[in-house]
């Protein structure tokens, strides 16, 4: 019998050990669950930051970014009609180039006559001419100034 009470003393012994390290593995993994929930907590709000700066910089730059693609539209508008009036500009210039060439074309024979006579002109003699006409000219201004 004494064989009987030592198997139950020993049977009571192991049952308890398990209970003991289960409790204790129990209690390890509460402590580690425990632990990895504070670093969840610590990721979810992390995150939840992340999210708040990245709502408020799409607030701040999606406008922004909105006003500079439509400042760029505008100039890329006003350049287009600027290359339009350019382009007009260019033809008018090539066109009153045309018409100049046509008129000195057109004129270049009558341009040389007129040279050829101001060249043929004898500016020594008209000089001459002249000096002549205000010698007889100056006695008779000095009379007709005695009359006034």
Excluded: W, Y
Excluded at 107 to 116: G, R
Aim: glycine residues 4%; charged residues 25%.
């Amino acid at each position: 019998m004494e064989e009987n009470t030592n198997n139950v003393d020993n049977s009571s012994n192991m049952s308890t050990k398990p209970v003991d390290e289960s409790s204790k593995v129990l209690d390890e993994l509460k402590k580690i669950q425990r632990f990895q929930l504070i670093l969840q907590g610590i990721s979810t709000c992390g995150i939840l930051g992340l999210f708040i700066a990245a709502v408020i910089s799409l607030n701040t730059v999606v406008p922004k970014a909105f006003e500079t693609l439509s400042h760029i539209d505008s100039v890329v508008t006003q350049a287009d009609q600027t290359l339009d009036d350019v382009n007009v500009m260019v033809s008018e210039m090539t066109e009153a180039s045309k018409n100049l060439n046509k008129l000195m074309d057109d004129n270049a024979q009558d341009i040389t006559d007129a040279v050829d006579k101001m060249a043929a002109i004898d500016f020594e003699g008209l000089n001459k001419a002249i000096d002549d006409l205000k010698n007889a000219v100056g006695p008779l201004a000095t009379f007709f100034s005695r009359f006034r």
